[in-house]
C-alpha cells in the first residue's frame, strides 16, 4: 500500500471536516514522501522498537537486536538514531558485512558521505553478493553526492549487473553519465531505463512505477530533450484542466445535505424551546402589517399602490395575526390556526431590541379538541408531522417542512414595536409587522 495511506487519511480528515480544498494538500504529501516514513514502517516499529530497545538494554552482546532495530530507524528515516547501534553491533563483530552495509547506509543518509563510502567499500570486500549487489547501489548514490561521476558510473553498472530491470539504478547512471558530460551515455541508459519499464510483469510496473516518473522527469532535466518538455505541459494542463471541471462536483460529494443539515439543526432548536426569554416585550398587541410603497408592474416599472387596495391587503394579512401577543419565550398569533414563534436563542439583545432564532410551528387553535396541540417526542407539534384529527387542513401546514427555523427581530419604537422575521440564513424580510400594545 506504501504511500496510499497517507492520501487515503488526508482524504479521510477534508471529508470529515467537509473542507474539500484540503484536497490540495495530496500534492504537498507527494512531494513530501521522501521526508515521511511509509505508514507501514511506523506501523511496525510500533509493534516491535519497544521489545528491541529493551534486549539491548538488557544484552550489551545482542548484536540481532541493535542490527534489527537500527533497521527500522532507518525505515523510519532516521538515521542518525541508528548510527550509534551499528557502532556498537561492529565493535562486536567488525567483520559482518551486513552491519558494515547498514552502518554505510546510515552514513550516507545522514550526510556523511566519505564515512558511508569508506563503510560501504568494506562491505563489498567482505561480500560483493550482499543484499543482491545493493551495496553498489548505496555507493553509486554516496558517489553521486561527492560528484565523483565516473566511480558513480562504475557502481550503478555493477549493480545493474545484479539487478537489470531496477530502473531507478538506470536513471541514477544516466545522472552520473550527464554529470560525466557524457551526453549520449545518458540518454542511452535513460531510455533503457523506460524501456526496460515497459517490459515488465504487471505487479513490477506497480511497484516501479514511481521509478518510471522519476525517469520521465529525467528526459526534462537531465536530457533535455524538448519533446518530453512539451508533453509534461500538455499533461499538466489537462490535470490542472480536469481538476479545475471535477472541483465543483468533488466539493459537492464533499458538503453535507443542506436540507438533512437543516433538519438537524431544526431538530436541536425544537428541544431548546422555551429557554430564551423575551422579557418586557411580553404582552397582547394589535397588528398592522406593512407593505412597500411600490410595487413593480409587469413591464419591471416601479407602480404606487393605491391607498384602498393597500388597506384592502392589509387587513385581509392582519386577520392572519388576529390575537397577537408575545409571551415569556414565544410569540403566538392565530385563532382557528396557531402559528407559535418559540424562542431558541439569542442572537442579540439590547434594551430596545431582541434578535433571536425561533421554531415556527403551526398547532389547532381554541375550537380543536383538546390535547391535540401538544407537541412530539422530536418537539414539533403532531399536526405539523401530519398526524392527528387534523388531516384536513392544508399539506403545506400538517407537513412537517412547515415547521421552520426563523430569524426573528423586535425592535421598539417610541410609539410601536416593529416585528421582522425571515428563515434562518435569509435577509430579513422587507415586510414586517407594526404592533401597538393593547392596554
Known amino acids: 500500500m506504501g504511500y496510499l495511506g497517507y492520501y487515503f487519511a488526508w482524504m479521510a480528515v477534508s471529508y470529515l471536516i467537509r473542507e474539500p480544498r484540503l484536497l490540495v494538500g495530496l500534492l504537498v504529501l507527494w512531494f513530501l514522501r521522501g521526508l515521511l516514513p511509509p505508514p507501514g514502517a511506523i506501523f511496525g ?34 538515521p542518525r538514531r541508528a548510527i550509534p547501534l551499528l557502532e556498537e553491533g561492529l565493535a562486536l563483530a567488525p567483520d559482518d558485512a551486513e552491519l558494515m552495509y547498514l ?22 570486500d567482505k561480500d560483493a553478493r550482499l543484499r543482491h549487489g545493493h551495496p553498489y547501489f548505496v555507493a553509486g548514490e554516496t558517489l553521486l553526492a561527492l560528484k565523483r561521476w565516473d566511480d558513480a558510473a562504475d557502481a550503478f553498472e555493477r549493480y545493474l549487473d545484479f539487478n537489470s530491470s531496477d530502473v531507478a539504478a538506470h536513471t541514477l547512471l544516466s545522472r552520473a553519465y550527464a554529470g560525466g558530460n557524457d551526453a549520449a551515455a545518458a540518454r542511452k541508459w535513460l531510455l533503457a531505463g ?22 520521465q522527469w529525467a528526459r526534462i532535466t537531465v536530457l533535455k530533450d524538448v519533446g518530453a518538455m512539451v508533453a509534461a505541459l500538455l499533461l499538466l494542463g489537462l490535470v490542472l484542466g480536469g481538476a479545475r471541471a471535477a472541483y465543483p462536483l468533488v466539493a459537492k460529494l464533499w458538503q453535507p445535505d443542506a436540507d438533512e443539515q437543516m433538519f438537524e439543526k431544526l431538530q436541536k432548536s425544537a428541544a431548546l424551546c422555551g429557554t430564551v426569554q423575551t422579557g418586557d416585550f411580553a404582552g397582547a398587541y394589535d397588528v398592522l402589517p406593512e407593505l412597500p410603497e411600490d410595487n413593480p ?125 425571515a428563515l434562518v440564513d435569509k435577509p430579513l424580510t422587507a415586510t414586517a409587522l407594526t404592533l401597538h400594545r393593547r392596554p
Open 194 to 215: 523506460i524501456a526496460t519499464w515497459h517490459g515488465l510483469p504487471g505487479a513490477m510496473k506497480r511497484r516501479q512505477f514511481g521509478a518510471y516518473l522519476r525517469a
Open 45 to 78: 516499529a510500533l509493534g516491535r522498537a519497544g521489545r528491541l530497545r529493551e534486549q539491548v538494554r538488557v544484552n550489551r552482546a545482542n548484536i540481532t537486536a541493535r542490527r534489527d532495530l537500527a533497521t527500522i530507524y532507518l525505515s523510519l528515516l532516521r
Open 297 to 421: 408592474t409587469s413591464a419591471g416599472l416601479p407602480q404606487r399602490m393605491d391607498p384602498a387596495l393597500k388597506l384592502q391587503v392589509q387587513q385581509t394579512m392582519a386577520a392572519e395575526y388576529v390575537d397577537f401577543r408575545i409571551e415569556k419565550d414565544r410569540i403566538v398569533a392565530g385563532r382557528d390556526l396557531i402559528q407559535e414563534y418559540c424562542l431558541t436563542r439569542v442572537i442579540e439583545r439590547t434594551p430596545r431590541s431582541l434578535h433571536a432564532e425561533a421554531v415556527l410551528r403551526f398547532r389547532p387553535g381554541v375550537t380543536s379538541p383538546t390535547g391535540e396541540a401538544e407537541p412530539g417526542a422530536d418537539g414539533l407539534a403532531l399536526e405539523a408531522r401530519g398526524e392527528g384529527d387534523h388531516a384536513g387542513l392544508p399539506p403545506q401546514l400538517i407537513d412537517a417542512r412547515a415547521a421552520a427555523l426563523f430569524d426573528i427581530r423586535l425592535d421598539r419604537g417610541a410609539e410601536a414595536t416593529r416585528f421582522r422575521f
Open 103 to 124: 552502518h554505510g547506509v546510515a552514513l550516507h543518509r545522514a550526510g556523511r558521505h566519505d564515512e558511508a563510502l569508506a563503510r560501504l567499500l568494506a562491505a563489498i
